[in-house]
């Protein structure tokens, strides 16, 4: 189904008595299958543009058309019941069951009752309740978030190409709404319906919205898409209202919009099982190149603090002293350096590793025999074959070791990268918790949890093995 494209021109409503307009000279377009957000305080007129558009507001100048039809030429019955409506206050006729409150437009446009019936079914699964719980309960037997997801259902019964929700989860608490905004994107997503979505939220405008709409006083203050509202406000207004200039602000909300736009919502590990490999396979790269570049500054380190005891308490201490830093604290020190992104996460990757192996290179060069090296020198062994040829291979058990403990360390200390802008299983878990998705956290968790057992389960035998051969 394709959206019907939405044009406001001049639209102006002025209420009696009132010293401005509701809604003064108003143009734009959203086009089909757009969602548009109508973003502004309240008194602002971004309600009352809305209800112009099924004719609940009737406009003093200007025109409202959909689909290039002026509403004010459609008799305002018919107009009504091919546009969706969802309320904040859901508006459920309490006397109804939950299947009779959605098949009332069906109903009044004449459907024939298997169809309507079909049709009940089909969208209270869309919505996420399961038929043959909801469809004989009563609006009173509904939690807040069912009653809205009842309200949506019924809002999209009978297929509108236009959708007009005024501001639909504001009644519900963070993780009701979290929810029903996944919901919404996917529905939205899934039928094209051009919808027009009015809230006071931002943050909620932000993740839902393709183009948002910023009104005062009843006027546009600017139209654009989330980044662009970031990036380039128009007006010292938007530039507050969009903490613009804020970089931590703006990467947090653009991965969250960007996050509940693919998510929909679903168990993530069974509806998303390419993508959760994916974010492992990202969350191994990056531990893995970590810890070559952390061995390639550490196993020389080692090497040095090994050949000079007299230095190898100093080294250890101030490695050691950096590995007791909170893992928050040194990445919110490295985001001020690099910026949010990858970089922040590898480098301390690197920096945690160091004190695990270079204390397992000194530990492992001072457990050789010195016999065996007093042997080797006594051969002609040059202090580079020693260390080659009979150093590192009978120390490797105990660096082995060092590599294990650091290794299941990364993997946990890794998923902290989702909250700078890093890749891998972090930004899993780190948008389930933005989302209120708890599908999400779990997914992330497991995944990471079963990542550090493979690897300390196979750094171990390799270990065994380097140690008896």
């Known amino acids: 189904m394709n959206g019907a494209a939405i044009q406001f021109a001049g639209a102006t409503v002025r209420y009696a008595g009132a010293d401005r307009a509701a809604v003064d000279d108003v143009s734009f377009e959203a086009e089909p299958g757009e969602l548009i957000v109508l973003l502004g305080p309240s008194g602002c007129g971004k309600s009352t543009l809305l209800r112009t558009v099924n ?9 409202v058309s959909v689909d290039g039809r002026n509403v004010a030429s459609v008799d305002a019955v018919e107009l009504r019941r091919t546009i969706g409506y969802a309320i904040q206050a859901v508006g459920l006729f309490a006397h ?38 909801y469809r004989g309960r009563h609006p009173r037997e509904l939690s807040g978030g069912e009653a809205q997801r009842v309200g949506v259902a019924r809002a999209i019964a009978a297929r509108p190409r236009a959708l007009l929700m005024d501001e639909p989860f504001g009644a519900v608490d963070a993780l009701v709404r979290g929810s029903l905004q996944r919901e919404l994107v996917r529905i939205v997503r899934d039928l094209g319906t051009t919808t027009l979505f009015v809230t006071h939220d931002f943050d909620e405008a932000l993740k839902l919205a393709d183009r948002i709409v910023v009104m005062r006083g009843g006027r546009i203050e600017q139209v654009a898409a989330p980044d662009e509202l970031l990036d380039r406000p128009a007006t010292a207004y ?23 736009a693919a998510e929909y919502g679903m168990g993530y590990a069974i509806a998303h099982p390419g993508k959760l490999a994916l974010l492992t396979a990202a969350h191994v790269e990056m531990v893995a190149t970590a810890l070559v570049v952390a061995l390639l500054i550490a196993v020389p380190l080692g090497v040095y603090a090994a050949r000079r ?66 042997a080797a020198r006594g051969i002609g062994m040059s202090p580079r074959q ?84």
């Open 309 to 374: 005891p007299h230095l190898s308490s100093w080294v250890l201490g101030v490695l050691g002293a950096l590995y007791t830093i909170p893992s928050l604290a040194l990445l919110a020190v490295l985001v001020q350096l690099f910026g949010l992104g990858f970089a922040p996460i590898f480098v301390a990757l690197v920096a945690y590793a160091q004190f695990m192996l270079a204390r397992s290179v000194v530990a492992g060069i001072a457990g050789v025999d010195r016999a065996q090296v007093d």
């Open 55 to 63: 004719r609940l507001v009737t406009l003093d100048a200007g025109s």
């Open 96 to 133: 109804m069951t939950v299947a009779q409150n959605v098949a009332v437009v069906p109903s009044l446009l004449g459907w024939p009752a298997n169809d309507v019936a079909t049709r009940v079914d089909e969208l209270l699964a869309l919505v996420g309740l399961e038929p043959s719980r």
């Open 238 to 260: 938007v530039r507050e209202l969009v903490h613009a200039g804020d970089e931590v602000y703006r990467h947090y909300y653009l991965h969250v919009r960007d996050s509940l």
């Open 386 to 469: 020693i260390l080659w040829r009979v150093e590192f291979p009978q120390a490797l058990p105990v660096m082995l070791g060092g590599v294990r403990v650091a290794a299941v360390a990364a993997i946990a200390i890794a998923t902290l990268g989702g909250y700078v802008g890093g890749s891998g299983l972090g930004t899993l878990i780190f948008n389930g918790l933005t989302l209120h998705q708890p599908e999400m956290i779990v997914a992330g968790s497991l995944a990471a949890s079963a990542l550090a057992v493979a690897v300390d389960a196979l750094l171990r035998l390799a270990e065994r093995r380097a140690r008896f051969g």
